[in-house]
């Protein structure tokens, strides 16, 4: 699979090392400053929290970095390309990898464990999962909004697998259907990130 011409837009950087005839993708990231924020949901504020997620509560993290964007499928397609230890093809993959901006899915943990390790690997530098509360704090910020741009949801702000309810609605967005890792750049974070 080539690497789209889109991720090197979007800040992606190529990377090949001709003596192990490997290639990788390393992600624009982005700096999530040290400090406390609100993590957990306020269930009186948002209906649709779920008991474990209550009550709010101030976390402190250290200044960390994490991915603007999740991994795509151009990404993980390299993973795959250079067999590396513990990644693994999805069940959807063929149809997966006709879209290599888009996100992948259905990765288990551990597949996703094992592209971190073989993107450490290429790089040398440490890649991993964030932590719960990292990810908490990238994805919503640090005054417990309930969404990465606010309280109010906003369906043009994100990709969700929602069936469509209308025949109009069909015909233009079928269930399921992927979208770039760009696409909704309004469902950004305080950091930036999608």
Known sequence: MA????????????HVRPARDAVWLIPPVCSVQAGPFIMGTDCEKDSQARSNECPQHVVSLPTFEIAIYPVTVAEYALALSARAFGVEQPDNWEEQSQFPSHPVSGLTWYDAIAYAHWLTDMTGEHWRLPTEAEWEKAARGQDGRIYPWGDTWDPENVSIWEEATTPADRATQPFGAPMPIDAHPLGASPYGVL
Not at 3 to 14: P, Q
């Open 3 to 14: 690497v789209s011409e889109t991720l090197l837009s979007l800040g992606f950087e190529r």
